[in-house]
């Protein structure tokens, strides 16, 4: 099992970005897929998550500026994230569950993608 993240970097507050998360060595449909992230010095913080069945869950938190979704032809997940702020700054992780439960990784992290958000 791999997931590996791209597509981080560094953006000026107000911008977007869109991450990619690409899982191999499982039965990416039928994977629960999720998105977490760990901002310095602090702990792991879960952002939002998507079910086998496309069905999207976002915590509060993030509801109004994230978006979450699938192509399981390409076996990706995405996160969008619009109007970014300095304290999105952190580092992104993407986790699987073949047990279909969101928040929650059967597998070994990937190494992340930075998010750096500064003008």
């Known amino acids: 099992v791999q997931l590996v993240e791209s597509g981080g970097g560094l953006v000026q507050p107000g911008g977007s970005l869109r991450l990619s998360c690409a899982g191999s060595g499982f039965t990416f449909s039928r994977s629960a897929m999720s998105w977490a992230r760990q901002a310095p010095g602090k702990g792991l913080e879960w952002l939002c998550g998507?079910?086998?069945?496309?069905?999207?869950y976002y915590l509060d938190s993030v509801k109004d500026r994230f978006t979450i979704s699938r192509d399981n032809a390409k076996n990706m997940v995405y996160l969008q994230i619009n109007n970014l702020k300095p304290e999105d700054t952190a580092v992104y992780y993407c986790?699987?569950?073949?047990?279909?439960?969101?928040?929650?990784?059967?597998?070994?992290w990937g190494q992340g993608t930075q998010v750096t958000v500064s003008s």
């Open positions: 986790a699987m569950s073949l047990r279909n439960i969101l928040f929650t990784n059967d597998n070994s």
């Open positions: 998507i079910y086998r069945d496309d069905t999207p």
